[in-house]
């Protein structure tokens, strides 16, 4: 496990939008598998979106063109923007590093750390 703290969540209403941030601490997220998820309840965790660390990324068809992932270098942080919210976004989401790179687009490799931020979106 790698320690990262989430934030930035909230309630919205849908069509809305949030910015959620997932700070790192002693050490670089340079160079580092990055991803985030979500699970809702009675739901088993989904991934949203990964970042390797050459920058290419990939995301969830759920969430393609509404979702975007990007690493902040001088805040040492990820970030994820998320537009055109919709109820079924509504969820905790959870930021995940590791170091395994060939992996970097599996989810098996990724343990969340922090306790999550929540996301709620009305209709």
């Known amino acids: 496990q790698v320690p990262l703290v989430e934030s930035g969540g909230g309630s919205v209403q849908a069509g809305g939008s949030l910015t959620l941030s997932c700070a790192a601490s002693?050490?670089?997220?340079?160079?580092?598998?990055l991803g985030w998820f979500r699970q809702a309840p009675e739901k088993e965790r989904e991934e949203v979106a990964f970042?390797?660390?050459?920058?290419?990324?990939q995301y969830a068809d759920s969430v393609k063109g509404r979702f975007t992932i990007s690493q902040d270098n001088a805040k040492n942080t990820l970030n994820l923007q998320m537009t055109s919210l919709k109820p079924e976004d509504t969820a905790m989401y959870y930021c995940?590093?590791?170091?395994?790179?060939?992996?970097?687009?599996?989810?098996?490799?990724?343990?969340?750390w922090g306790q999550g931020t929540q996301v709620t979106v009305s209709a």
């Open positions: 970042m390797d660390p050459w920058g290419s990324t």
């Open positions: 995940a590093a590791h170091t395994r790179r060939a992996w970097c687009y599996d989810q098996r490799y990724y343990i969340p």
């Open positions: 002693g050490y670089v997220l340079s160079g580092y598998c």
